[in-house]
């Protein structure tokens, strides 16, 4: 059982920090390729005319993008 305590101390401790990071930078966590963007993909369906509902979550994105920006503190 204290195994099982001392796995739980130790995983909580490593979200906090995590956490505690992302609240002191304030960028997203990213993977270390770069993801999509490293192969001059800009979205994730890349055909060239997207769907009505595709186009809304882009739009919507967006919006929030800019929202963000424009109340950042830092």
Known sequence: MSTF?????????????MSIGYL????AVAGSCGGLGA????K???CDD???NRKA???AEEARREK??????I
Do not use: S
């Open 5 to 17: 305590i001392a796995a739980f101390v130790v995983l909580l401790l490593f979200f906090l920090l």
């Open 24 to 27: 002191v930078k304030r960028t």
């Open 39 to 42: 192969l001059g993909i800009e």
């Open 44 to 46: 994730a369906c890349d």
């Open 50 to 52: 997207p769907c009505d």
């Open 57 to 59: 979550k882009m739009a």
């Open 68 to 73: 963000l920006e424009k109340n950042r503190i």
